[in-house]
């Protein structure tokens, strides 16, 4: 056994409350979470009953006011309390992360009537959302979805498939982006469909490579009929909504991509103190040291980043750049960390005895997920440089 165990990470929080938060979050990650991880993900179940914990215990609603049922907490807290559940399974720390970008058009953008009547049941009271943008020909190009809403008197019949949903199938909400008016991003609206509405249904999830305890399917609308009252924002402002949304839920996917990081760290640290070669511990030897090191550093520069374009947040400052550079620099540190932990384990990495490798596959999916990080690049030089010319 090794000397010293991986100490938890030493973070910086602005108040008593976030310590006694992070505390009470690192006491269910370990529990209740991270005991059942590798079995559940192997077996492809997901734990729809620790996100009836979580909201419970007000952790589905951090970022949102408290007059509502939300947490009130800043994103430099919150994000770090998704960096914790991540580390523990990702299909938590990202789920909370999906639901809080579900959350996000109503809390933002929707009328107060729309937030007595909605807010408390998707912050607190059980409820799980779902973000429903891309399409099967419509992925980075969101701007050309071609699911359509049209207008029946104070209603409106919603016709079209959305892709690689996550939580399809099994949400309580969906915030659906529908054409209403004229190709490309001026003719799209914002709509809150509820998860048991007469035409919605879900295809079977998606085989992935990894996070298989997290749903990802296909959502169809065959004609589903809401109200006016479910549109979200005005006719015509759904995209931009989509867009402010996505730049804090790369937030999010930045912070959870920290965790898994850490998490892979930390059994590659502990795994070299206990392994002995050439009669002492494989953590003597120079070259892997470095290795360890290296993987630190990168997580730590990661963690800064995501922090600071929080903070940004926080602030009212303009963070849709750091959004982006967090987003990026954070998931390409999780596949290389993850990676180096194969590496570190050797040949017991590679094998189910050990979550690296369910770590190292669970980490190519958040260099994918709310916008690839080829994406990411044209964002930050955009506002380096300005729009490509045509």
């Known amino acids: 056994m090794p000397d010293r165990a991986p100490q938890p990470v030493d973070r910086q929080l602005p108040t008593d409350e976030a310590r006694d938060l992070i505390s009470l979050v690192r006491d269910i990650a370990q529990r209740e979470i ?17 996100f009836t914990l979580l909201s419970e215990s007000g952790l589905l609603g951090l970022p949102y006011g408290a007059e509502y049922g939300g947490g009130d907490q800043p994103y430099e807290v919150y994000l770090q309390v998704l960096e914790e559940l991540a580390a523990a399974r990702l299909t938590v720390g990202l789920g909370v992360s999906v639901h809080t970008l579900a959350s996000y058009a109503p809390a933002t953008y929707g009328t107060k009537e729309q937030q007595v009547e909605h ?24 701007a050309s ?17 959305k892709a690689w949903i996550t939580h399809g199938g099994v949400a309580d909400f969906y915030t659906v982006m529908a054409r209403t008016g004229e190709e490309g991003p001026r ?21 992935k490579m990894g996070m298989k305890g997290s749903p990802t399917a296909q959502v169809h609308f065959d004609g589903v009929r809401v109200g006016d009252d479910r549109r979200i924002g005005e006719e015509g402002q759904g995209f931009a909504i989509a867009l402010s949304a996505l730049d804090s839920g790369r937030l999010g996917i930045a912070a959870c991509a920290i965790g898994l990081a850490q998490a892979a760290l930390d059994t590659a640290v502990e795994y070299a103190q206990g392994s002995r070669q050439f009669g002492r511990p494989i953590a003597d030897f120079q070259g892997l040291r470095f290795m360890l090191a290296d993987m630190a550093t990168q997580i730590e520069a990661g963690r800064a980043l995501y922090l600071a374009a929080a903070r940004l947040k926080d602030a009212g400052r303009p963070y849709a750049k750091q959004a982006a550079m967090a987003k990026l620099h ?37 260099q994918i997920v709310e916008g690839t990080n080829q994406i990411q690049r044209m964002v930050v030089a955009r506002h380096l440089i300005g729009p490509e010319t045509r």
């Open 119 to 142: 807010l408390p049941a998707m912050l607190g009271g059980g409820l799980l959302g779902a973000y429903c943008l891309s399409e099967p020909s419509s992925g980075s190009d969101a």
């Open 145 to 161: 979805l071609r699911t359509k809403a049209v207008r029946d008197g104070d209603a409106w019949v919603i016709t079209g498939t």
């Open 187 to 207: 003719g799209i609206t914002a709509f809150l469909v509820p998860g048991d509405a007469e035409g919605l249904s879900a295809a079977a999830p998606e085989k």
């Open 34 to 50: 991270a005991p059942k991880a590798a079995e559940e993900e192997d077996a492809g179940r997901f734990p729809r009953e620790i």
């Open 330 to 366: 954070c998931t390409d540190t999780a596949m290389r960390v993850t990676t180096d932990a194969v590496q570190v384990l050797g040949g017991y990495g590679y094998t189910a005895d050990f979550p690296v490798e369910r770590y190292m596959r669970e980490a190519k999916v958040l």
